[in-house]
């Protein structure tokens, strides 16, 4: 099982998930995604790639240095959407999938459509992302301006600032800023992306339906950008449910409601 976390969130956030499937008998790995944490670029001419389909890559590398043929994936956010690239091309890979928000493949022609101003609005940060001033801001004011997300991605979550801390110090990462900003640049078109993974990103944007079983999860209170279920239900064409989770949860759901994500990891294995 490997679960993968998203921004400006890391690897606690399935401190109380991975026990739980532990016991239940699962391997569980839970990676610090590129630009977190503890990862290193081993060379310093490497680009700071954020690309969707990179951080896929770097999971299927993963699987391999592990020698891990075929896993679950689960995941929200980045995570979420790692995750579903690595279902829709390698589903050979994936046994199964739970993804928090359901189907978030995208394509740089598809994000140059506008949406209305309301959905705009909650997209404020990557549009100051796309500036000099939002990479020197989120440089400068990286730890409040995670914080900020937090507070309004999951409304309704009470969390501590020792919950927050914890998870802060993996945007430390001397990558992390280059990491993020390419990541929101690149769905923009600002960032060109590297031609290696062209023909990875040609067939995303065709948005490929995902075969592999899967159980998609949604908090009541998500305060960030998200689709509606029924938007994406038809992009899951194998055994597929949904689930919305009740009381309050927002964005993160695994630290939120990691009872609720580690039961539809073990119901998913089943199918």
Known sequence: MILLHGWPYDIHSFVD????????GYRVIVPYLR???????????????????????????????????????????????????VAALWPGRCKALVSVSGYLIGSQAGNKA????????????????ATQRGRQGYEANRHDFAKL????????????????????????????????????????????????????????????VITVPTITLEGDANGAAHPEP??????????????TITGGIGHNLPQEAPKAFADAVIEVASY
């Open 17 to 24: 998930v991975a026990p739980r499937l532990a016991s239940a």
């Open 149 to 208: 997300i937090w507070q309004l991605a999951s409304p309704k979550w009470n969390f501590d600032d020792a919950t927050f801390e914890r998870s802060a110090r993996a945007f430390e990462n001397p990558d992390h800023v280059a990491i993020v900003i390419d990541n929101y640049r690149w769905r923009l078109s600002l960032s060109t992306g590297e031609p290696q993974y062209d023909a990875l990103e040609k067939r995303l944007a065709a948005l490929p």
């Open 114 to 129: 506008p949406l209305p101003p309301k959905a705009e609005l909650v997209w404020w940060y990557q549009f100051y992302f």
């Open 230 to 243: 029924a938007a994406y239900a038809k992009k899951f064409v194998g055994k597929y449910a949904h689930r």
């Open 35 to 85: 630009g977190y944490g503890t990862t290193r670029f081993l060379y310093g001419n490497t680009v700071r790639n954020g690309q969707q389909s990179v951080l896929a890559v770097d999971v299927i590398a993963l699987m391999d240095a592990l020698k891990i043929q075929k896993a679950i994936l689960g995941g929200f956010d980045w995570g979420g959407r790692t995750a579903d690239v």
